[in-house]
């Protein structure tokens, strides 16, 4: 028997080398190269057709001779979920969704698999717990697991067979990572079997209408293991996001062929399984007996829904040469920027003092429309001026000391208004033509107009 060769394969793009080397000739990523098992194909028939197109028409034809119909949306019983989706599952639609271990990624497919089974048929393929485990979950979660058929396997020729055979309307691989092909030699989770894999399962998933959910397993820095191409392949990637010292969970959308990226979904882990959160603002707001320095709340748009956050700052003076700056949910660097741009337009200087900034609750912002509240919530901790507990505060701040406007300025006040607050701090781009009830809107174009709005407070 011949002996077996070693490749070095890409974790990245799927590209192999016979040597192991620091940085991939093909796509420039550093340290990606793993060591793997040369692959070679065990039946020249079994796969003839693998690579056969998804589409079924290979003719030309133009574009504005096709019918564009909506989509036809499921709904998965979970309001949250389906925000996240789009709006629901899409037929032949393929999802890969990734998490941590143990952050709730099979409870909250169970529970949509319990829903959906009782009016279309629902497998459940588990690659990594046995049908015992499965069962003792939905009995302690008080699901009815009745009309839901268990696969417990992890070959693909026996998965795929099955799909075939029944042809359900939707189903859960839980994990793609363990899930092997028999025309490839290398343990499952290696490259070249995801790869495989999951181009497999997407090609039946579009051929027979079936939607197919993936469970993905991700890296110690958060991102999907795998190749990079398992995230092209389906077509839609979300992100489970969380503490599990919390009971919060969010759902990210980052890739989404049927609706809008960057939608998100809030749940609440409970013991019967992840509930909905129907107010999820309140989740970030702090409940402070009265008012306090250093605490400022901002409006920041996740996909279409606005979320009201509180943004608080910690200014200490500094005993250290270099003076620290840390921040928990937002950028490092746009703080290093807001910092100068305070020194250099508002007269406020801040080199001799430590710089905290945390966005309560662990959600991670990467807007800049919160660089504003930001600042203002600096000064108020650096002066030591509680801010009212009624005030809402958004805009981006230019490197000049402009105040920018944000998209979706309407939909944030709106939101302020419907959850009480009174007063807005916004850009003067932002203002809106006609009085919003119940809160006064101040319109301000440079950094120093917002800080007089302070002083005059």
Request: proline share 4%; net charge neutral.
């Amino acid at each position: 028997m011949a002996k077996a060769k070693t490749i070095y394969s890409c974790t990245e793009c799927g590209a192999s080398e016979p040597k192991w080397q620091g940085q991939c000739p093909s796509c420039l990523a550093w340290n990606t190269l793993v060591e793997s098992i040369e692959e070679s194909v065990t039946s020249t028939n079994r796969y003839a057709n693998k690579f056969e197109g998804i589409a079924q028409s290979s003719t030309l034809q133009k574009i504005s001779s096709i019918t564009a119909a909506d989509i036809a949306r499921q709904p998965t019983g979970i309001s949250e979920f389906d925000r996240v989706l789009g709006g629901g599952l899409v037929e032949g639609g393929v999802v890969l969704i990734g998490g941590d271990p143990g952050i709730g990624k099979s409870t909250l497919l169970l529970q949509v698999l319990c829903h959906l089974g009782k009016t279309s048929q629902a497998i459940y393929v588990s690659g990594e717990e046995s049908p015992q485990q499965i069962a003792m979950r939905a009995k302690r979660l008080g699901l009815d697991a009745s009309e839901v058929e268990l696969l417990a396997e992890i070959n693909l020729e026996k998965i795929l067979a099955t799909l075939q055979t029944h042809k359900p309307n939707i189903a859960v691989i839980d994990s793609i990572q363990t899930v092997y092909s028999e025309a490839l030699q290398s343990a499952p989770g290696s490259v070249a079997q995801v790869r495989e894999c999951s181009a497999q399962l997407t090609r039946i998933a579009k051929q027979l209408g079936i939607t197919v959910i993936l469970v993905g397993h991700v890296t110690k820095e958060g991102s999907l293991a795998g190749p990079r191409v398992l995230e092209h392949i389906v077509d839609t990637v979300l992100y489970f996001e969380g503490d599990q010292n919390s009971s919060f969970r969010l759902i990210r959308a980052f890739k989404n062929r049927f609706g809008a990226v960057n939608e998100l979904g809030v749940f609440a882990m409970t013991e019967h399984g992840l509930r909905e959160v129907s107010n999820p603002s309140a989740l970030f707001l702090s409940h402070h007996e009265g008012q306090v320095a250093g605490s400022c709340i901002t409006v920041t748009m996740e996909g279409t829904r606005p979320l009201l956050i509180e943004i608080q700052a910690l200014v200490d003076e500094s005993h250290a040469p270099n003076a620290k700056r840390l921040c928990v949910g937002l950028e490092q660097n746009r703080l290093a920027m807001l910092l100068a741009v305070l020194h250099r337009h508002a007269g406020i200087p801040c080199f001799d003092q430590d710089v905290f900034i945390n966005a309560v609750g662990g959600v991670k912002i990467s807007e800049p429309a919160v660089d504003l509240a930001v600042i203002i919530s600096i000064v108020s901790s650096l002066k030591n001026k509680p801010l009212d507990n009624k005030l809402i505060v958004f805009g981006e701040v230019g490197l000049a000391g402009e105040v920018r406007p944000v998209q979706g300025g309407q939909v944030r006040l709106k939101e302020a208004a419907k959850l009480g607050f009174t007063k807005a701090i916004v850009p003067k781009a932002n203002a809106p033509k006609s009085k919003i009830a119940g809160i006064e809107v101040i319109a301000v174009e440079r950094l120093e107009e917002a800080l007089n709005q302070l002083r005059n407070n």
